[in-house]
Every structure is written in C-alpha cells, then in structure tokens.
C-alpha cells in the first residue's frame, strides 16, 4: 500500500516507461499492492471454482435497492459435510487460486475438513458494483461495505451450501485484508470464530512517516550502516542541486523525461516520492538477500551520488523508453482498466490517509515528499472537498468507529514481519502479536517448511494451534 502524488496542473514526473509494463509508477505502485505472496506448490488438480453472489450496493440505505454480482473462489477438496469453512479475504488486488490450493491455510483446511473460500474485495478485480469509478460512483467503495459483502456471504454460504449450517467460520488476510480480519471480529463477532491477520495496519493515520523509518531501520539491520548513509547523503546530494538551479543536471543524470518542470515542487517532490518508493518496494518485499544485494550494487558507485544515482537508473531503466506518461492521466481514468491505483488512492483519501512522507528526520530519503503532495493529489483527483482536515476527519472517523490499536476482538492472530514498514501502523505488543525477525510483508502465508526460520515456524504452529482451538 502506497501512494503517488500528482497536481493537475503539474504532468508527473515522468521516468521512462515501457508499453508493456506501464510507467514505473504504475510498476511499483504494483508491486507494493499485489496479491500478498501466494504459497508455492500449488495443487492444480483441485478444481477451483470460480462463482458470484449477488450483493447489495448500498448495505446502509434500504432505498437504494441496486445490486451487483462479487466474484469468490471455492476449493471444496478436503470438505467434509460439517466441517468449517476458511474464508481467505481479497484485499485492493485481483484475487486468485493461489492462496486455496496451497500454503499455510490450505494446509489447516485439509487438517479439518474445511472448505476453502476467497472472496473478491468490491471494486477490485472482476467485482464491479458499478460500471465505472468515477467520484460519483466512488461512495460505494468503503470497507465498512466491504464488511457487509462478507457478512452477507457468510450467511448465505451457511443457508445453502450443503453441509455448513452448522459449520464455524476462520478468516484470514493479509496487508489490507489483515485489516480487514480484525474489523469483522469486531464488527460480526458471531459470524465467524477466529481470525489471522498477517501484516495488518490497524490506525488510519494520515501522516504515516513512520513507514520510512522502519525502512531506514529494515535497511540498516540488513544491508549495514554505510549503506543507510550513502542513500542519505546521495539523496540530499540531489536535492541540494535542486535547490541549487542545477535541476536540469539531475534531470539528465537520471533521465527524467519532458515535461518535467525543474522549477515546480510537485514535480519534485513526485520525483523523490518516487525515489524513496522504489525502494520502499526492496524492503516491503524483502526475501532473503534483496535488500543486501541492493546495498551492495549502491556501495559500489564511486561517490554517494553516483551509488545512489546508477542504482536508481537501473530500476527506472527496466522500463526504458524515451516517451513520459502522465500519471494524472493514468488516475484520472475512470474506467476498470486493470489497476487498481484509482480505488486504493481514493480510500486513503476518504478512509485511512497512511501517506508515508518525509516528515521524520529519522529516515534517509530526504525532505522532499511531504504531506502537502498526497492532500492535493486527493482534490485533483476525487474533488476540492478531499482537503487536509477532511482527510485527517475522516481517519479519524475509521479509529473511533474500528478503535485503532484496541480494536477489542478476541480470537485475532496478530503476525508481523520485522523489516515491514507497515508493522508501525499495527498491533505489535508481544502479548497480542508475533513479529517474526527478519522478514518483511505478509511473509508467513507457505506450508510449515524445513526451510522456515525458527521464528517464523513458531508462529505458524501457533496459528494452526489456535485454529485447532477455536474448531473445537
Ligand atoms: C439512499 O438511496 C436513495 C435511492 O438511491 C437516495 O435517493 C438517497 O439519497 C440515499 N440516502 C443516502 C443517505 O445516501
């Protein structure tokens, strides 16, 4: 989960893009939001199938009787009449069989007998309420309705799907969904017995700059000192040319393309957005050895500069190309066209904020993204009224009705990843939550393996120990 800014007035930033890929924007905003990392080994002879149920649009306002068809995935390979059903839950991404034909849940599925779900999250994927996402259409996307989906899926699933009346009900989600895990504890208690939430943020708050520092501490402890050092010093460094009329070199040493404008500051800080997002992507993602084979390409370079700079052509060099987009134009398009920045941008804006900015001196990436560059990309994007205190009303409005890090639900897993910035926004108290050392974003979801840390094998014994606990 990230962001990009933009102004409408400004075009972006503008690094190279390739036609098939789409602009590093696109690429790493991506990458940062896809599918939570799908167990291996999938059994591809289960025979998955893919179905739709019908929901309401609006679950509050009885006068608004539209509807709309949401996509979920079953595998009832291991199902035994009465035997509870694992639901896994669809974040901001497409959903896919991955996490019903392998990995961890799979696993306790086939342990118990249970049924295996995965329901799509409205506006996301194949599951359009509407059928497009302009600002008007927009209001029908909250997790408050997201929730209802569930809980409507829920009950239907248990009225007509033979052999589970009686059955109980786990969820289980990662990143955005691990949210979402917590919230419908809390929200419907009594429709389902127990939750995993792995990686879930659970305060909205809009000025999230402790995301940069836990990167700047992920990278420290992985990659060593002197590589947190040379990004700082090479980022400033570029920034001081900025700031010093020698914009034009830092747009030729790192190939920005035309039109960007070496004298506007939402160019600029679209740019070291961007620079410090790439590598947000290194340690959000982080398996073994990434990021140390990041830090050991950036310590070769001559200077900071150099280090910095070629490592960070490489990667907007991947998608070359002399021509720029403009991203405005990307999220300004309301129509479903496989990316999912347009949706996710706009619940940060009306639901979460989560902008992870340069605020902190505590990070390396410099002083140039601050909040003021995600606030005007919600009013150029979604209307005036998406302000500043807007914004922070409404985060605010989601921890008073969800209750942030005491959210009160019982039978809630908690799991973390060290190096993963978004553990800051969680529930990471050692009595309710296990932070698994070393490893970064929703990276527990595989089988129990000879392969896992002692940590990380722990904790999913933990998990399948409670799962056995509540089935009882
Ligand atoms: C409820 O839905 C009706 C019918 O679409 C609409 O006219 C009305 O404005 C809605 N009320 C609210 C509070 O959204």
Redesign the pocket.
């Known amino acids: 989960m990230t962001h990009y800014g933009v102004g409408v007035i400004i075009t972006l930033l503008a690094l190279g893009f390739s036609q098939a890929n789409g602009n590093i924007f696109e690429r790493t905003f991506k990458k940062l939001h896809e599918e939570p990392y799908v167990p291996t080994n999938q059994n591809r002879a289960d025979e998955v199938q893919t179905l739709w149920i019908e929901q309401k649009l ?1 679950h509050f ?6 509807t709309w068809q949401m996509r979920y995935l079953l595998n009832d390979v291991f199902f035994k009449a009465g035997g509870p059903m694992f639901i896994y839950l669809g974040g901001e991404w497409t959903i896919s069989n991955g996490f019903i034909t392998a990995g961890h849940m799979y696993d306790m599925a086939k342990e118990h007998n249970g049924l295996l779900a995965y329901t799509e999250h409205r506006y996301y994927g194949e599951s359009h309420p509407l059928p497009d996402l302009s600002n008007e259409n927009l ?1 029908f996307l909250h997790v408050k309705q997201a929730l209802a989906d569930l809980a409507h899926f829920i009950k239907t699933q248990k009225a007509s799907y033979e052999g589970l009346s009686d059955s109980k009900v786990i969820i289980v989600g990662g990143s955005y969904s691990a949210t979402m895990v917590t919230w419908f504890k809390r929200t419907y208690p009594d429709l389902v017995v127990g939750g995993w939430a792995s990686s879930a943020p659970v305060v909205a708050k809009v000025n999230f700059f402790e995301y940069k520092e836990v990167m700047g501490e992920s990278i420290t402890l992985m990659g060593g000192s002197a590589c947190y050092d040379r990004i700082e010093k090479g980022i400033a460094e570029l920034e001081t040319m900025f700031a010093n009329k020698r914009g034009a070199e830092v747009k030729a040493l790192l190939k920005l393309c035309e039109p960007f404008d070496v004298n506007n500051d939402l160019d600029i800080w679209t740019l070291f957005n961007e620079i410090s997002e790439i590598f947000a992507n290194v340690v959000q993602t982080h398996n073994s050895g990434r990021i140390e084979g990041v830090c050991q390409q950036i310590m070769t370079g001559s200077t900071d500069l150099i280090g910095v700079s070629s490592y960070l052509l490489s990667e907007f060099g991947k998608a070359s190309g002399s021509t720029c987009y403009a991203i405005m134009k990307v999220l300004l398009d309301t129509r479903y066209n496989g990316n999912m920045m347009r949706q996710w941008i706009y619940q940060t804006c009306n639901e979460y904020g989560w902008y992870q900015t340069s605020s902190s001196s505590m990070q390396p990436f410099g002083t140039k993204f601050p909040l003021a560059l995600f606030t005007t990309m919600c009013a150029d994007l979604y209307g005036p009224q998406f302000g500043e205190s807007f914004i922070e009303d409404r985060a605010a409005e989601t921890n008073e009705y969800f209750g942030g890090l005491t959210p009160e639900v019982e039978n809630v897993y908690f799991s973390h990843g060290q190096l993963d910035p978004w553990r800051a926004m969680g529930i990471q108290d050692e009595k309710q939550a296990t932070i698994i050392p070393e490893h970064a974003h929703c990276k527990d979801f595989g089988s129990i393996s000879n392969d896992d840390t002692p940590e990380m094998r722990a904790s999913k014994e933990r998990v399948a120990e409670l799962v056995r606990e509540w089935l009882e």
Do not use: A, C, L, V
């Open positions: 609006d306002n009885d006068s608004e009787t539209r209001r």
